[in-house]
């Protein structure tokens, strides 16, 4: 085993580990991996985002609103081309288009009834054609190159410095204590709009807090995988999830859990190859939902084969 | 205006986009399937990618991944609809988390070939290629122009040729399957289909003017009309009515982009019904 030389005093760069090599000894491979404080930095916040994408794409899922969150991250497009007009960092921009793009699509699903999907998605896909329609405009009076397009679209994940590990940490603790507040009621009304309605439950606020919280979520979520790849950690972990177990709490813990494995595999692949993080994050996410949906989809075909043959007929798959 | 040729062949290509958009748009929204034709625009840039990184036509590589995903869209789709469908039909959301991390996973493969096309030798006439493919409106020659066309109207003619039992299976599909209408090898046909119109929108007249006359003129119809087959007619005339006005505009004011124009027209269409119906 080759002698390791920790690093004291000197700065190292992803320059320096240009040539990394894998070997069979996994533990020397880890303490290789986090020698680097690039790597560690990017460990911390994409295990900080993968938790708080963990949580809020597990409601997202339940809501049936990964549509919304598209758009909502294709709010970058026009945020960082109105911030270069303005002269202003892109991540205002950005935010503020999240907010101003959850507005529209909650004011629009509300609208004093319950809206049928294909109405919802059609109102979702105008508000991110205007969405788009307006960054085009945007750029095109800018008139100049936008900076960091391909950061913006696919990630920075080996550039994160110490003070957006910390900004990280801090959105990501306000997101969930939000989501912590908005817990019961919110589920309430995601399972059942109608009775939860019915209840004195306010639906529609409780679908446009929750479409900001996303915004927050989501605009977190891409400083690490990119604006193309936030579903890798916002949705593949918790429909991987919610397909494995039924059971509220479980699958919530399953997200979280299964949103790390994809930070902590897919970086630590990305480390010992020459190829971007964002193609690792979003294989290995694929993976782990391929892997999810052929299991529920075993156990399925196990459990009807169990049940005894003279049991009432059991209203499997349609239900009209 | 149309003594100028770029707008000749703008105005070509654009009223049978906007036309085949308009009409298999409408049957877009009545099966919630927004996102799919979205997430179809976005898999187009990967597949011409995939198709450098190999050295081939890139064009070859855009259809057969807007097809194949669409394809898989369309099977993976209908599984889970038939599962989740609760109530009446245009309710059940079609499967978007399949959808998202699909087209996410096709993405990081782009990543992946972007890459790769970027350090091999090949590299960045690769790229550049792949760049000019996702074109502009008024960059169309007058060979892109014809083709986009007759592409368009092929599928025009193509969702017209099957609008009866797509209907039906839409609308009623287990009535349809009991009837003997195929629903599920409809279904998967009409994404593929859809493919096909995104491959050849996004790549003559880019992926922002497809999502939007996919999405808003259709559903300005679905609230004006309530005859399917009118409501159909209106769309392609609203989606065509759209790039019509919006060519214009942009021709009239030069720093507007013309797929923003178009756009905003369409979307405006949209905010309009709803405020009317």
């Given amino acids: 085993m080759p002698i390791r030389t920790t690093p004291t005093g000197t700065v190292r760069t992803p320059a320096d580990a240009a040539h990394p090599t894998l070997s069979w000894n996994v533990a020397h491979d880890v303490a290789q991996v986090l020698e680097y404080h690039f790597m560690l930095n990017a460990l911390l916040a994409g295990s900080v985002v993968a938790v708080m994408a963990g949580l809020v794409g597990w409601v997202m899922v339940l809501r049936r609103e990964a549509f919304a969150g598209h758009t909502l991250s294709m709010m970058a497009f026009p945020g960082a081309s109105a911030a270069a007009l303005a002269a202003v960092p892109a991540a205002w921009g950005y935010f503020l288009f999240c907010a101003v793009g959850a507005t529209a699509m909650g004011w629009r699903s509300g ?210 | 205006m149309l003594s100028q040729e770029f707008m000749r062949n ?32 976005h898999v187009a840039f990967p597949g011409a990618l995939a198709a450098a990184a190999a050295g081939i036509d890139q064009r070859i590589g855009l259809f057969v991944a807007t097809v194949a995903v669409g394809a898989a869209i369309g099977a993976l789709g209908r599984g889970v609809l038939a599962r989740d469908r609760a109530s009446s039909p245009g309710s059940s959301p079609a499967d978007d988390t399949a959808i998202g991390t699909v087209f996410t996973f096709i993405l990081g493969l782009g990543v992946f070939f972007l890459a790769r096309v970027s350090t091999s030798s090949a590299g960045s006439s690769g790229i550049v290629g792949a760049h000019t493919l996702f074109g502009s409106i008024f960059g169309l020659t007058g060979g892109e122009a014809r083709l986009a066309a007759a592409i368009a109207l092929g599928a025009t003619a193509l969702t017209v040729a099957i609008g009866r039992p797509l209907l039906f299976a839409s609308v009623a599909p287990d009535v349809a399957a009991a009837r003997g209408v195929p629903t599920r090898l409809l279904g998967i046909g009409f994404v593929a289909l859809l493919g096909v119109v995104a491959a050849e929108a996004t790549q003559a007249v880019g992926a922002l003017l497809l999502l939007g006359l996919l999405a808003a003129p259709a559903a300005a119809a679905h609230r004006l009309a309530r005859a399917p087959f009118a409501a159909i007619a209106l769309a392609g005339g609203l989606a065509v009515a759209a790039m019509w006005g919006g060519l214009a505009l942009a021709y009239a004011i030069p720093s507007l982009p013309p797929s923003t124009a178009v756009v905003l027209i369409a979307v405006g269409m949209y905010y309009a019904s709803t405020a009317l119906a």
């Fill in chain 1, 111 to 320: 609208a004093g009834r319950r809206v049928s999907w294909s109405e919802q998605s059609a109102s979702i896909g105008a508000v991110q054609a205007l969405a788009l329609a307006a960054g085009f405009l945007f750029v095109s009076l800018y008139g100049g190159v936008l900076g960091d397009l391909e950061n913006l679209l696919f990630g920075d994940l080996l550039g994160v410095s110490d003070g957006e590990v910390l900004l990280l940490v801090a959105v990501a603790a306000g997101t969930l204590a939000a989501l912590a507040a908005l817990g019961r009621p919110l589920l309430f009304a995601s399972v059942d709009a109608d009775v939860a309605q019915a209840r004195g439950v306010p639906v529609r606020a409780l679908s446009l807090a929750f479409l900001l919280l996303l915004g927050l979520a989501v605009a977190a979520t891409s400083q690490i995988t990119g604006v193309l790849l936030v579903f890798a950690l916002l949705v593949a972990p918790a429909a991987s999830a919610q397909a494995l177990t039924a059971r509220p709490l479980a699958s919530l813990v399953l997200s979280v859990a299964l949103g790390l494995l994809v930070v902590w595999l897919g970086l630590g692949l990305a480390y010992f190859s020459i190829y971007p993080a964002g193609f690792f994050l979003t294989t290995v996410a694929f993976a782990i939902y391929v892997l999810a949906r052929l299991i529920s989809f075993a156990a399925g075909r196990t459990r009807a084969r169990g049940a005894p043959a003279d049991a009432p007929a059991q209203p499997t798959g349609v239900i009209d």
């Fill in chain 2, 10 to 41: 703008a105005l070509l290509a654009g009223t049978f986009v906007a036309l085949a958009c308009g009409v298999t748009g409408w049957f877009v929204v009545l099966r919630g399937q927004v996102f799919a034709g979205d997430a179809l625009s």
